[in-house]
C-alpha cells in the first residue's frame, strides 16, 4: 500500500516508505491552505523574479528550441520558493507535515535550500518530458537520504505531466552504461527496462502529497491537456547530514526545521 488518509498510521508509513522510496498522502493540505499557496504561486509567477528556469535552457524533449523562439520564455519553475512568501515557509514548516518527516530521516531534520524549494509548472504548449532520473545526479551530501515533498496544486495525472515514480528503485544499483551523460535512465537498457515496466503513473488532486526518497527514480511526461499544471516542491535531509564543501548542495544554508 502507497497511499495514507487521515488519520495516517506513523509506523505504517514509515515501513512503506523504507520499502518503496515513497508514499503518497490523500488530502494531506486543506483546499483552504491549497488556495492560499496557488494565490501567491500565481503571483510569484506573475512577477517572473530570479531565480527561474525556463523550459528552453533545459532542452529536454519537447522544450521551445531557444528562449527566443515561441514559448521560449516559458518558465518550468521558480527556485528559491520559502524566501519568497511567508506562506511558502509556513507550508514547508508546517508541523503536520514535519511530524511525517521526521519518523523518516530523523528528529532534527533541515529545509535544503538549493535543490527543489520550488514552484514546477506544466504549460500546455511549451512543457518538455523529463525522462526517467534520480534526484541525487546532482546532489551532493554525506549521506543520500534526502526526502522530497511534492504538493499538488490541482489536478495531476499522465496526460497533463503529472510524476511517475518506480516503487523500490531506490535500493536498485545500475551499471554506468544504463545512463546517458545527463544521467537519465536509458530505457532500453535489458537492467532498465523490466524496472521500467513496474511504474505507476498516480492521479492526484488538490491538497495530495508524494513524500518521496531522492534515489527513487522518476519521470514525468509533458502536459498534453489545455490547462497548466502546478506543483510545489521542498526537499529535506537530516541536521546532521551535511552538503559537501564547495559543493551546489552547499551553495545556501538551509533552514533547519
Not at 136 to 164: H, I, K, M, T
Request: hydrophobic share 45%.
Amino acid at each position: 500500500m502507497l497511499e495514507f488518509s487521515h488519520p495516517i498510521d506513523v509506523s505504517a508509513l514509515r515501513t512503506t516508505f523504507a520499502e518503496q522510496g515513497l508514499v503518497i498522502l490523500r488530502g494531506f493540505a486543506p483546499l483552504a491552505e491549497v488556495a492560499l499557496i496557488r494565490d501567491a504561486a500565481m503571483k510569484a509567477l506573475q512577477a517572473r523574479a530570479e531565480p527561474l528556469e525556463l523550459e528552453a535552457s533545459l532542452a529536454y524533449p519537447g522544450a521551445p528550441s531557444s528562449i527566443d523562439a515561441q514559448g521560449g520564455q516559458t518558465i518550468r519553475r521558480l527556485r528559491g520558493m520559502v524566501a519568497r512568501s511567508p506562506v511558502f515557509m509556513q507550508w514547508a514548516t508546517h508541523p503536520r507535515l514535519l511530524a511525517l518527516l521526521r519518523p523518516l530521516l530523523g528528529e532534527r531534520i533541515t529545509l535544503t535550500q538549493v535543490h527543489h524549494n520550488s514552484l514546477m509548472t506544466k504549460q500546455p504548449s511549451f512543457s518538455s518530458d523529463t525522462l526517467w532520473h534520480r534526484d541525487l545526479r546532482y546532489w551532493r551530501f554525506s549521506q543520500p537520504q534526502l526526502v522530497s515533498c511534492w504538493l499538488a496544486l490541482g489536478d495531476e495525472n499522465p496526460e497533463n505531466g503529472g510524476l511517475g515514480f518506480i516503487p523500490a528503485s531506490h535500493h536498485l544499483t545500475l551499471p554506468e552504461a544504463a545512463f546517458d551523460a545527463r544521467e537519465f535512465l536509458l530505457a532500453e537498457h535489458p537492467d532498465a527496462a523490466p524496472w521500467i515496466a513496474k511504474a505507476q503513473f498516480p492521479r492526484l488532486s488538490a491538497g495530495d502529497v508524494v513524500l518521496f526518497d531522492a534515489r527513487t527514480f522518476h519521470a514525468a511526461s509533458r502536459n498534453s491537456t489545455e490547462k497548466t499544471k502546478y506543483s510545489l516542491v521542498m526537499s529535506y535531509h537530516a541536521s546532521d547530514n551535511l552538503p559537501l564543501k564547495n559543493s551546489r548542495s552547499a551553495a545556501e544554508p538551509g533552514v533547519d526545521c
